[in-house]
Structures are given as C-alpha cells and as structure tokens.
C-alpha cells in the first residue's frame, strides 16, 4: 500500500515511511493511493473477533511493509482490559468499547459506544496507545529517535503524553490553548513530570498551537534536523487506528451485513469522523455520518451551505465542549481530496485560498469555487450543531431518563444525533470523554459532582509542571532545539 499527498507534490511513499510524520512535504495529508475494500464474507468472519485481532485485520490493510506478526503482537499489547480500565457500571471491559443502547423505540435507537475507557478517560487512547507502540516499535527497528511536535485543545495532549511517557528514544513537545481547557483536562497533562514530556501553554486559541505545528511542519530543514514528528490527527496511523472502533460498533450493533448503521461524531478538526469515511469508502455499511458541532460551527456551516469558513481566533468560542473550541479542520482537506474526486490540484489551490482568503465555496452559486457541494450527500455526511443550553439540557435529559451521565462532548453528539434518527437504522454516537473531565457544567447541569475513576480523585491538586508562551514560531522552534541538544 502506497500513500500519495493531498496536494499531489510529493512522492508515494509507505505505511512506515509516514508514520513518524505528520504533514507530507507538500503541506498536503496522506492517504492512500486507494482505499482498501472489506468484502462480505470477511465481516462476517470479523464478527467473532476480539477488539485487538479486528485491528490487526484492519491495520494489514493499510500497513502491508510491516509484517503480520508483528502487527498482533502490537494490537494484543494494545487493546487489553488493563488498559481500558475504566469501565461505567454494567459494561464489559473485554469488550474494549462497549455499546450502550440508550434509547429503542418506534423503530429508532439510539447507542452510545464507550471509547474512553483509556488511561486519559478519552476517545483519543484508542488510536494513541497503539501510536505509542508502534513508534516505539519503528524507531527501534532503525535505531532512532524522535521529538513529536503536537497540538491540544484538551484530550491530544493527554492521551499523547500518557501514551509515550517513558518510551525509548521518544520526547514529546505538546501545545495547548492557556487557560482555555478544564480544569482535569490542564492537570492531567500538566501533573505529569516526565522528564521527556514537555507541555506548553499557548498564549492564544487552540488554531495558534495548530498554526504552529503545521508552520514547523513545513519547515523542512528544522524538521528533518531536529527529527520531528506529529500525533495530531493528520498523523495517518492514528487515523487508520480509529477506523478500527468504527468496524466494532457496526458488527456489535448488527447481525447480518444486510443492516446498516449511522454515526454520530462531534467534530472539530475532522479527525474522528474522517476514520468513519474512510471505514464507508471500504465498504462498511453506513448510512449517515452525522458531524456534531458547538459553538464553533465552521463545519456545520459547510455540511449544510457548502461553503468552508475559517474563523479567526477572536471569532473563536471558549465553550464547555472546549476540546472542540476549533475553527480550521485539519482533516477536512482528506475529505474534500475525495469529494474532489482526487484532483490534487484543485486541492492545492482551494487550500492556499484558505490561507490567502479564509476559506471556499463549492455551493455552485454564482463566483463560487465550485459545484460539489451536491455530491456531498453521495458520502452520507449532514451536520447539526449544540450550544451550551443544548449540551446542559441533553445531559439532564440523559441523566434523568437512562441513569447515565455523559460529558458535554457527547451530549453534543446526542443531541444532533437525536435529530437525525431513520427508522430501523441504530444511531451510534461515539462517546467523547467520561464526564469527570468536564466537572464544571456536570456540575451545573446535575447538582453534584460526576463520578471519578479511582486514582483520579484529587488530580487538580497535585503539583503542575508546565512553559508559558506566545504565539510565535521562532520561539518556539528555540524551545524545542534548545531541549532536544540537536
């Protein structure tokens, strides 16, 4: 399998060639030369599988140079009940992301399937733990090391750092948004005192942490010299490692591949509901891609206008979903690659506009830049968007009706999930996060506290470990060559 980049200036290269980047050299995203196709008969023998064998039948699809053997060895490492601990009452940990069905009546469901069962209490440990075994993986293979360079709006980083804190030969750089994440999610990273983790507190939003990330991406001299690598979504492993909880929820969801199912995300840099369209494109059987919002609506504007709209980081909200406080998706251009039907040239130019210009337009109106917003649909994406009014009232809802509690992330995902139920189609709405990282509105939304997993229970307290600074490059590109000795 060969990976060729978005902007269509870079050579092909492998699986393992990319997985220690992010960004290909042309500033485009890899994907690969085509998606990989699931047949019949291989769901049908997936049913029986366990979480880790799924992944490897998924992952050796995508990453053919790096043998199967091994490939199960790092799955079977991975996805274990020790690992995904933190299990609400009643659910399996065996199962690694159970399905919770919340509501099943005329003829609609609606499912929660728990990802954040991880160290970090996020959906972000299902695809970064493996990340962390495979570049540990690779770069003992080579003898190498390696700096990653990444950006947070609040789970990333976490899951990132709890991923490769301690792992050989790696060092990690992490950018966050100051003072604008929970408080659990700030002490979760910055409690840490890793002597390769290093977390760094952005005065900006979180698209200043990511502007920066790409801008030292695309330094290619500064990259290669001080060996710098990405886990934000536009790294590609971690993708393909999300595509996997797809394929789970739909065979824990169905009996037969007759049956389809529909997805809910709440989105804000595409990464996540960009693993459920490449899992569509290899023929899993989903009928809607539901893309939940906040305040923060740049995405939701372009599944229902088609146009894509940046906003600047003064138009960005601090909202209490803040790990989708986002207003320029990154993964949006894999997407838009596709809808394009591949013209990596058209590509390029759209997205230098959205440099030059804050965005495009494919409505078809006159002067836009294009017609394709009608083919949309032919990929099963619509959008809905939650405030924070929403987000409160759907977890009273929930709390009040089901005796579960969800954080506000997920209460995004419900609440827009609710408003595009089909008959005889289960809804799944990917559970964010547990709701202790998001006390603060748990707290005005039920009266009491949420409930925290042990060893967990007095982590504001503990002592926090962290470097303020501003929004510039060569700042930072100074930080980081001063602490890597390269």
Known sequence: MQY?????????QSFSQILLGGLAPDGGLYLPVEYPKVSGAELDAWRKLSYADLAVEVLKKFATDIPEADLKELARKTYTADVYRNVRAGEDASQITPLRVLENANGTSLVLQALSNGPTLAFKDMAMQLLGNLFEYA??????????????????????????????????????????????????????????????????????????????????GFKARHKIGTVNSINWARVVAQVVYYFRGYLSATTANEQKVSFTVPSGNFGNICAGHIARMMGLPIDKLVVATNENDVLDEFFRTGVYRVRKSAETYHTSSPSMDISKASNFERFIFDLLGRDADRV??????????????????????????????????????????????????????????????????????????????????????????????????????????????????????????PADVEKMKAFIAKHTGL
């Open 4 to 12: 060729v980049s978005t902007r269509g200036q870079s050579p092909a």
């Open 139 to 220: 770069l003992a293979r080579e003898h190498a090391e390696l700096n990653i360079f990444g950006a947070t709006s609040g789970d990333t980083g976490s899951a990132a750092e709890y991923a490769m804190r301690g792992k050989k030969g790696i060092r990690v750089f992490m950018l966050s948004p100051h003072k604008k994440m929970s408080a659990f999610q700030t002490a979760q990273m910055f409690s840490l005192q890793d002597p390769n983790i290093f977390n760094l507190a952005v005065q900006g939003v979180f698209d200043d942490c990511q502007d920066m990330v790409k801008a030292v991406s695309n330094d290619l």
């Open 348 to 469: 390029r130019a759209l997205f230098r506009k959205v440099e030059t210009h804050g965005g495009f337009d494919l409505s078809g109106k006159p002067g836009s830049d294009g017609d394709e917003f009608a083919k949309v649909a032919q990929y099963g994406f619509v959008s809905g968007k939650s405030v924070h009014a929403d987000r409160v009232a759907t977890i009273r809802d929930v709390h009040a009706k089901y005796g579960v509690t969800i954080d506000t992330h997920t209460a995004d995902g419900v609440k827009v999930a609710r408003e595009h139920l089909s008959p005889g189609v289960p809804m799944i709405v990917l559970e964010t996060a547990l709701p202790a990282k998001f006390n603060e509105t748990i707290r005005e939304a039920l009266g009491h506290d949420a409930e925290r997993p042990a060893g967990f229970e007095n982590i504001e307290s503990l002592p926090q470990r962290y470097e303020l600074m």
